[in-house]
């Protein structure tokens, strides 16, 4: 027998049961057997002609599959419901201090909180894998530390597998995950941690493995960590090639793998450390990268934020060019950036004042963007406060949808998540009075 798993909102009608072990040779017969021991779920995921409804999806071990194909004993099918109601419905993952927000509704208006999870804990990062619909959070517990945790339904039950951890011999601790990031191969998942290292995942996250090239790389005693501590934040694969692969550390810089991660090597040709004394920075080896994109419609275009300078790269981040400094942007300094995911000249960021005050410049919160690779920048502000808005905007709480016009969205430590329907035309609050937001992705 198969086992079915149905969404938290459907297990009234199976008396709260969850875990069914059903008789079937195809889903169809496995829905039959469902209505069968629990009349009261009729209706629910079929339609009188027996269709699957337009907003319900089946997975099969990680894989959508329709009502006719087969099942074999072991197998594990689970239903969801689709956020595939057209291009006006979004899903937001929205990490805080204070537990993970799941809000849904209409692109770039008021949303609702559909789910809350991880209650008093901090959510570094949450995703969904467009790949298998698997959701991902970065949980860190104050008393136990910080796991990986996955579910099919943010509204159910979360699982966690082993690690991130490093071997005993490294002598380190993770103390934070900042960045889960699906690969290139299938089932195959990244995390970026602190202190700066990479995880690989073969499994779908329920184990983890070091990156021991990155982490015995020459010369990395003398890595220093900025604000947020050593971090391995940013992570860029490279369409349909694993074997290349360019990570941001701050303030370790630019690292970039050829190989699969069999080895490393610095690319920060470009970056002026302003922080650090002119006569000091030939020998400078602290580059505080903040965030780094890239495009993925044309993979040797990669954009970066710095630790003041707004960044483009035009040969796959081995040097870099400013495009942040010219004028256009009240501040060239901030954390949240977004790429294009359709053209490669296009990129949206967030400005702030400035390392000592780390909140939206003259009171005014504006989105600015760029359509000719940085040449200009324009602000866009209808729909976002303008008077006395002091709003700090961190790294991972900017982000898009992928749906066409392309939907934008962003989170601040005040507890408000604005959204854009119109690639960031006209503004909307689509959430408040949230805990500090952390994170902000569409699922």
């Known amino acids: ?260 991660g069999e080895s490393w090597h610095q690319a920060v040709e470009g970056l002026v450390p302003r922080y650090v004394p002119e006569d000091a920075r030939a020998t400078n080896t602290s580059f505080c990268v903040h965030n780094m994109y890239r495009s993925p419609v044309e993979p040797t275009t990669l954009y970066m934020q710095f630790h003041g300078g707004v960044y483009r790269s035009d040969d796959a981040g081995e040097t870099w060019q400013d495009i942040g400094s010219r004028g256009d942007l009240p501040s060239d300094f901030g954390f949240p950036m977004v790429v294009d995911p359709r053209s490669a000249d296009r990129a949206w960021v967030i400005p702030l004042v400035a390392d000592v005050d780390r909140v939206t410049p003259e009171g005014k919160v504006r989105v600015f963007t760029t359509g000719d690779r940085g040449e200009s920048w324009q602000a866009s502000s209808d729909g976002l406060p303008q008077d006395d808005a002091y709003l700090t905007i961190l790294r991972q709480a900017f982000c898009h949808d992928g749906q066409q016009p392309l939907g934008l969205y962003f989170g601040a430590t005040s507890g408000e998540v604005f959204g854009s329907s119109d690639e960031g035309a006209t503004w909307a609050t689509v959430a408040s009075r949230l805990p500090p937001v952390l994170s902000v992705r569409a699922g």
């Open 1 to 260: 027998m198969s086992t079915l798993y149905l969404p938290a909102q459907l297990r009234d009608l199976t008396d709260g049961n969850d875990g069914l072990h059903l008789e079937g040779e195809r889903v169809n017969d496995v829905l039959r057997s469902l209505r069968e021991r629990y009349p009261k779920t009729t209706g629910w995921l079929t339609d009188e002609q027996g269709r699957l409804r337009p907003h319900v999806k089946v997975f099969l071990n990680g894989e959508v599959v329709g009502l006719d194909d087969r099942v074999d004993a072991q197998d594990e099918i689970r239903i969801l419901p689709a956020i595939s109601g057209g291009a006006d419905e979004a899903e937001l993952l929205v990490g805080t201090r204070k537990g993970l927000f799941v809000l849904r509704g209409e692109r770039g208006a008021a949303m609702d909180v559909a789910a809350r999870a991880f209650e008093g804990q901090e959510v570094e990062y949450a995703i969904k894998d467009p790949r298998t619909g698997t959701y991902f959070a970065s949980v860190t517990n104050p008393y136990f530390g910080p796991r990986i945790y996955f579910t099919s339904d943010p509204a159910g039950k979360w699982d966690h597998g082993e690690g991130p951890a490093f071997p005993e011999d490294t002598g380190a601790t993770v103390t934070r995950i900042w960045r889960i990031e699906p690969a290139e191969e299938d089932g195959v998942l990244y995390a970026g941690v602190a202190p700066a290292a990479l995880f690989r995942s073969k499994d779908g996250g329920r184990s983890w493995e070091l990156n021991r090239p990155l982490w015995d790389v020459p010369g990395r005693e003398k890595w220093e960590g900025g604000a947020g501590g050593l971090c391995l934040h940013s992570i860029a694969t490279w369409p349909d090639d694993p074997s290349k692969l360019a990570i941001g550390i701050s303030a370790a810089g630019v690292w970039i793998t050829d190989d699969g």
